[in-house]
C-alpha cells in the first residue's frame, strides 16, 4: 500500500488523517505551519487546529510538499475552498501520475463559481477518472473522538471510489460510494449555507419548528440547484444532503451554524468570524451558489436571503419577513 498525503492540516485534514491511518494506512500530512508539522511528530499533537486528540503514530507532519507527495497514490485535500487554487498549483509538478486526488472541501470558488473537483482537477492538472468528493455528516471533532458516522464517497470512476472508501473505512468511519460527483459538492457547499441561516434564526430565538422549516426548504432549494446542474434529486435526499443538513444545521461544532448564530444575536460579520474561528465556507460559498443558480435560472430564496446578510445588503431581522412574505405556491420542488 502507498502513503496517503493530506494537504491541509486544519481540523477536517488532520481528523480524515487520523481515520485514513486508523484504517491501517500510512499518512503523510503536509501543513504550511511548521509549528503543526512539528507538534504532529513530536507530540502526537495538533492543538491548533484540533485540541485535546492524540493521533496515531502513523501520521508524519511536515511542511515540505515533496516530501508528503512523493510515492503517494492517494492525497486529499482539506484546504478552504477559497485559496486552494493558489494552494495547490505550485504543487501539481509533485503529484504522482497515476495518483487519486481527494477533496474534502465543501465550498464553490468565488468568480469562477466552479465546484472543488472542478478546482482540483484544473488547479494539479488532474483528469476528472482521478478526482474523488468525500462529503457528509462529518463534524471533525465528534471523528476525531472516534464517534460513528458514515459518509459518501463519490466519483464519476468506481475504481477511484472505492480505492478511497477501502482506504478510509474503519470501525467508526463508514464510507458508501456514488458517482453522482456533482450532487455530492453540491450538497456540501449549499448545506453550509443553510447551516448559517438556521444559525441566524436560532440566534434570534426561534426554534425548532422555524429550523426544521429552513432546514426542509433549504433541502428543496439545494435539490432544485442541483437537477439543473445534471445531478440526480436522490442524491440530495442522502447522506451529503439531508444527513449533512441535520448535522451542520443542529450541532453548536458546525461553524456555519455558529456564525450564523453569532449574527442573529446582533454581532456583524467580522465579529461572528472573529467569535467562531476555523472555516466558515458558507459565508463566502453563499454568493457564488447564489451566481450559479442565477445562471441556471433556479430560484433559491434564502440562499439569496443569506447573500443579503453577509454582504450587509439586508438587516438579519429582516430575513424572516422577506423569506415569508413571498408568495405563496404548492410544495414539492
Ligand atoms: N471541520 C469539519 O468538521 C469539516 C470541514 N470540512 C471542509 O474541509 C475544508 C477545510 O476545513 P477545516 O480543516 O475544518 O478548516 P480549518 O480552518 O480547521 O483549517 C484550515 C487549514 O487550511 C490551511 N490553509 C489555509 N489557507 C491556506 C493556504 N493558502 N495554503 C495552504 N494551506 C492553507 C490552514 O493552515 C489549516 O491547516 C473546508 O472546505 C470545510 O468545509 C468538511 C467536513 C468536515
Ligand atoms: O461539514 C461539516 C460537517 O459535515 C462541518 O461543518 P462546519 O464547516 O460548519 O463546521
Known amino acids: 500500500m502507498t502513503p496517503v498525503a493530506v494537504l491541509g492540516a486544519g481540523a477536517w485534514g488532520t481528523t480524515f488523517a487520523k481515520v485514513l491511518a486508523d ?10 505551519e511548521a509549528s503543526v508539522a ?18 496515531p503514530a502513523g501520521i ?7 516530501a508528503a507527495l512523493a510515492g503517494a497514490g492517494i492525497v486529499v485535500v482539506a484546504i478552504p475552498s477559497q485559496v486552494a487554487r493558489g494552494a495547490l498549483a505550485p504543487l501539481a509538478p509533485l503529484i504522482e501520475p497515476d495518483a487519486v486526488v481527494v477533496s474534502l472541501m465543501k465550498g464553490v470558488e468565488l468568480s469562477t463559481d466552479r465546484l472543488m473537483s472542478e478546482v482540483v ?17 462529518n463534524l471533525a471533532k465528534e471523528i476525531a473522538v472516534g464517534q460513528p458516522t458514515a459518509t459518501v464517497v463519490a466519483s464519476t470512476n468506481e475504481d477511484a471510489a472505492r480505492l478511497v472508501a477501502t482506504a478510509c473505512g474503519n470501525s467508526y468511519f463508514r464510507p458508501y460510494t456514488n458517482d453522482d460527483v456533482v450532487g ?6 449549499v448545506k453550509n449555507v443553510i447551516a448559517l441561516a438556521v444559525g441566524i434564526a436560532q440566534g434570534m430565538g426561534y426554534g425548532w ?6 432546514i426542509n426548504r433549504g433541502l428543496v432549494e439545494m435539490t432544485r440547484l442541483g437537477v439543473a446542474l445534471g445531478a440526480r434529486a436522490e442524491t440530495f435526499a442522502g447522506l451529503a444532503g439531508m444527513g449533512d443538513l ?14 450564523g448564530s453569532h449574527l442573529g444575536q446582533g454581532l456583524s460579520l467580522d465579529e461572528a468570524i472573529a467569535a467562531t474561528g476555523g472555516t466558515a465556507e458558507g459565508v463566502k460559498s453563499s454568493q457564488s451558489v447564489l451566481e450559479l443558480a442565477a445562471k441556471h435560472g433556479v430560484e433559491m430564496p434564502i440562499t439569496a436571503g443569506v447573500v443579503a446578510v453577509v454582504t450587509g445588503a439586508m438587516p438579519v431581522q429582516d430575513l424572516g419577513p422577506m423569506l415569508l412574505a413571498r408568495p405563496q405556491k404548492a410544495e414539492g420542488v
Do not use: K, Y
Not at 60 to 66: I, L, S
Not at 121 to 137: F, H
Not at 184 to 189: P, V
Not at 209 to 214: D, G, R, S, V
Open 246 to 259: 441535520v448535522a451542520t444545521c443542529a450541532s453548536p461544532l458546525s461553524r456555519n451554524h455558529t456564525v
Open 38 to 55: 512539528a507538534a504532529v511528530n513530536e507530540q502526537h499533537r495538533n492543538e491548533q487546529f484540533l485540541p485535546g486528540i492524540d493521533l
Open 209 to 214: 419548528n422555524t429550523a426544521a422549516t429552513l
Open 23 to 32: 484504517a491501517g494506512r500510512e499518512v503523510r500530512l503536509w501543513s504550511r
Open 121 to 137: 482537477a484544473e488547479s494539479l492538472g488532474v483528469p476528472e477518472d482521478r478526482i474523488v468528493v468525500v462529503s457528509g455528516p
Open 184 to 189: 455530492i459538492e453540491l450538497c456540501g457547499a
Open 60 to 66: 508524519t507532519g511536515t511542511t515540505d510538499p515533496a
